[in-house]
């Protein structure tokens, strides 16, 4: 019934910009935080870029100055703006929800970047 769809990932040249999204319905009542995590092929998990519910943001070091992970709260609604890509982005993004009880996850979109 709580359902994430992601939406903007692809095939991107270096230095190039994607802006990924993440719809949000269903009953998620006390939302903690949102956010995006990433995994790539011979790596494990990492959390990219989350947002509180009072707004403060964290992201991972290697996207500070990039990224920038942003919500709309009428939409239900988390995006991640992704500039200046480099090849080491190349991973698949989840995005999530998170409250007390559960998280809840995207399907994945993929994020190639790649000359």
């Known amino acids: 019934q709580v359902q994430l769809v992601e939406s903007g ?14 719809k949000a319905s269903g009953n998620i ?4 935080s949102m956010g995006w995590y990433r995994q ?7 959390l990219v870029a989350a947002i509180a519910s009072a707004g ?7 996207v500070k100055g990039r990224f920038t992970i942003s919500r709309d709260n009428a939409k239900n609604t988390v995006y991640l703006q992704m500039n200046s890509l480099k090849p080491e982005d190349t ?12 998280d809840y996850w995207g399907q994945g979109t993929q994020v190639t970047v790649s000359s």
């Open 40 to 46: 790539a092929p011979g790596k494990q998990r990492e």
């Open 91 to 102: 991973a698949v993004y989840y995005c999530y929800v998170r409250n007390l009880r559960s």
């Open 9 to 22: 990932g692809g095939l991107v040249q270096p230095g190039g910009s994607l802006r990924l999204s993440c």
């Open 29 to 32: 009542f006390r939302i903690n």
């Open 56 to 62: 403060s943001t964290n992201y991972l070091d290697s």
